[in-house]
Nanobody
Framework: QVQLVESGGGSEQAGGSLRLSCAAS????????MGWFRQTPGREREGVAS????????YYTNSVKGRFIISHDNVKNTLDLQMNSLIPEDTDMYLC???????????????????????WGQGTRVTVSS
């Protein structure tokens, strides 16, 4: 059974940085992809960043390009999200997600779509104050 456990959330002032981490068990990224999403109750889940190491692909939503960096550690089997230059609009619950689709079937149209992923973590909260 796949388990994804996020950590690293917290409170930070605007302009600061946070690093999120997701520990995966029962799952190996292999030829597939993992991603970070964020969600506010009552709003649609938003894809933030995705990585497909076997294909050398990374994807970011426009609002975080140049500020966030997604990475995957094959040895530790962890997914990280380095969040820099934080803004209050980054405040949200951040969830880690894992896909079983081959990276060749994941591209710009679906890399940040929730339906691409079939395993989810519980989330870690990020709060950015102005």
């Amino acid at each position: 059974q796949v388990q994804l456990v996020e950590s690293g959330g917290g409170s930070e002032q605007a302009g600061g940085s946070l690093r999120l981490s997701c520990a995966a068990s029962g799952y190996t990224i292999g030829e597939s992809c993992m991603g970070w999403f964020r969600q506010t109750p009552g709003r649609e889940r938003e894809g933030v960043a995705s990585i497909c190491p076997a294909g050398g692909k990374v994807y970011y939503t426009n609002s975080v390009k140049g500020r966030f960096i997604i990475s995957h550690d094959n040895v530790k089997n962890t997914l990280d999200l380095q969040m820099n230059s934080l803004i209050p609009e980054d405040t949200d619950m951040y969830l880690c997600a894992a896909s079983s689709r081959p990276w060749r079937l994941i591209g710009h149209t679906n890399a940040l779509a929730g339906y691409t992923y079939n395993a989810w973590g519980q989330g870690t909260r990020v709060t950015v104050s102005s």
